[in-house]
């Protein structure tokens, strides 16, 4: 067993924007270490945090007391290509697990498009992918193994604790540190994916025909441009077809990363022209095809810097909600150079899940790095209100657990489990407490 590495230091998430200074950082390379940590933790009576990539938004990693990065735990410990359970270290990323699975013919039935994340801290969010028969990628967790607030390690699966299960799959890090996890993998598959323009309003329209005719489905629709992109990925028979290097760089760092990178810098440099930079950028989308292995089709590179919101909705609520903002956008004179993206997953029973009990519908609202974005935010925070929405928890929101409370049915079932493993609330931290109050008696 490799020592750990303890040190004191400044840590920033990937954006730049969430920033701390623990009294130290443990690197872990074992459950046995994390363990050791969390207990060094409550003998010295400091609070503890855990974190992996740094992509959330939010300030839901900081802490000025201990942190335990898990990203040097990052092995799979088992895998049976038979049955497609795969048991792996929690600070695998998306991208490292993706391409493990690959070689044992396997893949994971959904993903998001940015695979940069390690597993435990998409877990913790509510991270989602879309497909509207599909769940988040909590719902492909069949155990977990964490380190609770008394440094015991604990294993949470249907039978041995099926109600810590159900929590533990997004705990937003409240519960301990996500050292293993089981999840379920399918056969491997190519999908074929489309991006193309299509008018706004026949997309809105179409919906439901949409998400019923294709696997996965999402569209970005920018404001002040009457053309919505569209993606459509569905299952193929037969080979993938990556593309090759340099189609790669020519497709993604200079038509996607450069235009887009070049065309934010000139509306953050002249907000007038936002709206005509935004057609500008409609029209000349274009449509792309790709036939590839399924995590490559799903993950977009992400280097233009932006800051993000998202709310799930229930479905129906989709195209209402859509509007709305548009509306508000044009009504606030806000300057937004970012489509807002639309996405679908089905309903799960993870009780922090923002999909939670129904069919859901997420929408996403971004904005280009050092430009303001708190009214546009509020203001569609206040649309996302109006429907139940609730937020991703590694995303922006304005939201505390007064507000939240009554949206998650399963919110008293989470404290119970939380009041259990975490007795002592080890795991707080000042979103923690924003978001989910303090552990109950």
Known sequence: MSSSTVRAGTWRNWSGEQRCAPARIVHARSVDEVASAVHAAARDGLGVRAVGSGHSFTDAALTDDVMIDVAGMHRILHADAATGLVRVEAGITIHALSAALATLGLGMENLGDIDEQTLAGALATGTHGTGAGLGNISTQVRAMQLVTGTGEVVELDAVADPEGLLAARVSVGALGVVTAVTLQAVPAYVLHGVDTTEPVDEV??????????????????????????????????????????????????????????????????????????????????????????????????????????????????????????????????????????????????????????????????????????????????????????????????????????????????????????????????????????????
Do not use: C
Request: glycine fraction near 6%.
């Open 204 to 441: 809105l329209a179409t919906l439901d025909e949409r998400n019923a005719a294709a696997r996965h489905f999402e569209a970005y629709v920018f404001p002040h441009a009457p053309l919505a992109l569209t993606r459509t990925n569905t299952v193929v028979d037969g080979p993938a077809q990556p593309p090759s290097a340099l189609s790669r760089w020519l497709r993604q760092g200079v038509l996607e990363t450069g235009a887009l990178a070049g065309l934010s810098e000139a509306g953050r440099a002249v907000p007038r022209a936002i709206p005509r930079l935004n057609r500008l950028v409609t029209r000349l989308a274009g449509t792309s095809v790709r036939t590839d292995r399924s995590d490559r089709i799903f993950a977009s590179p992400r280097h233009v810097p932006f800051v993000e919101m998202e709310y799930a909705l229930p479905r129906a609520a989709a195209e209402p909600a859509l509007r709305a903002i548009l509306a508000a956008i044009d009504r606030g004179r806000f300057a937004v150079n970012f489509p807002i993206e639309m996405r679908f997953v089905a309903g799960d029973d993870a009780l922090l899940s923002p999909a939670h009990g129904r069919d859901t519908a997420y929408l996403a609202v971004h904005t280009y790095r050092d430009m303001e974005w708190g009214p546009y935010f509020r203001a569609v925070e206040a649309i996302a209100d109006e429907h139940g929405g609730r937020p991703h928890w590694g995303k922006r929101h304005f939201q505390t657990a007064d507000t939240l409370a009554p949206r998650y049915p399963g919110w008293q079932r989470f404290a119970a489990v939380r009041a259990r493993l975490d007795p002592e609330g080890r795991f707080a931290n000042a979103y923690v407490d924003r978001v989910l109050g303090p552990v109950a008696a």
